[in-house]
């Protein structure tokens, strides 16, 4: 079982809904996990690299129960083991939008996008941004700034 990574920057509190999707993707999985958030509709779940394809089940089957419970759509991603795993973390949590660059910088992450990609990364009154921005926060301590 999965209690926690050498990366947990974590240190806000859950609320009751995020409690009760971790309690239930515990049951369904049998892979434990602190780290639950929601961006654009999906409800994410984040595991060590060695337990996703655990979690996701076979087929899919997990990742398709509790879609069915919750009414909502559910991806299983790895988690990041340090800052420098945010690339590819963050690349996760958007596709299939991609972005032309990704730089971190002092307390600063900062992602490149075409038009096209920077308008599906703002979302309408710039839900999504708002959304990655508590993301990187949590997780990494730092702000976003899409450009």
Same mark, same amino acid.
């Given at each position: /079982?999965?209690?926690?990574? =050498?990366?947990? #920057? /974590?240190? !806000? ?16 999985? &049998?892979?434990?996990? #602190?780290?639950?958030?929601?961006? !654009?509709e999906f409800i994410f779940f984040s595991v060590p690299k060695e337990f996703v394809s655990k979690a @996701?089940?076979e087929n899919g089957k997990n990742v398709r129960k509790m879609s069915e419970i919750l009414g909502r759509?559910?991806? +299983? @991603?790895?988690?990041? *083991?340090? +800052? ?6 963050? $690349?996760?949590? @958007?596709?299939? +939008?991609?972005? =032309? ?14 038009? &096209?990609? =920077?308008? $599906?990364?703002?979302?309408? !009154?710039?839900?999504?941004?708002? *959304?990655? &921005? ?11 700034? @899409?450009?």
């Open positions: /079982m999965y209690g926690g990574n =050498k990366f947990t #920057r /974590m240190i !806000n509190t859950i609320n009751m809904q995020d409690m009760r999707y971790l309690n239930l993707f515990g049951k369904i999985t &049998q892979v434990n996990t #602190r780290h639950c958030f929601k961006y !654009n @996701i089940g759509k559910i991806r +299983v @991603i790895s988690a990041p *083991e340090s +800052v420098l795993g945010a690339r590819k973390f963050v $690349a996760e949590i @958007i596709s299939p +939008v991609t972005f =032309k660059d990704f730089e971190i910088k002092g307390n600063e992450i900062t992602i490149t996008a075409g038009m &096209q990609s =920077k308008a $599906a990364l703002l979302g309408r !009154n710039k839900r999504r941004l708002y *959304e990655m &921005q508590k993301i990187a926060s949590d997780f990494f301590g730092k702000e976003l700034r @899409i450009i």
